[in-house]
């Protein structure tokens, strides 16, 4: 249960795919939780709830990075509210179980049989995450 004012929560998940069909994913996972949502350049999607006996409803904005990093925030909509009875968190963990469901096993099996870039530049997972300002130094 978030607290603040207004109370929101954050999500990561990485993935094998890229970016361009996470975004498709992403777009079909939306429509499946019957969500409203705008698509924005660079792969960035708003989305807003519906109302609810616990809140106003909430915003979730959603970014992937070209590394299949998929990155949501749920915030509350009412900048008063500032208690969001665990809704935040719900609707995260609701997004990404719908957007994991919708991903075939043949997707899944493709992607991991393609080199990954940090791979193919010499680099490991860590060195990917970390900063080249860290790497080089």
Known sequence: MA???????VMTRRYVLRSFELADLVEET???LGWKYEARANGEFVARTCLSTWSWGEKVHIKINASGIVAAKSQCVW???????GKNQHNLVEFFHELWSLMSAQQLIEAADRTHPYIAAGHSPVEEIISEDFVES
Do not use: I, R, V
């Not at 900048?79 to 009875?85: M, R």
């Open 3 to 9: 607290f603040g004012f207004p109370p929101y929560a």
């Open 30 to 32: 939306l429509g499946a």
């Open 79 to 85: 900048p008063l509210q500032w208690l969001d009875f």
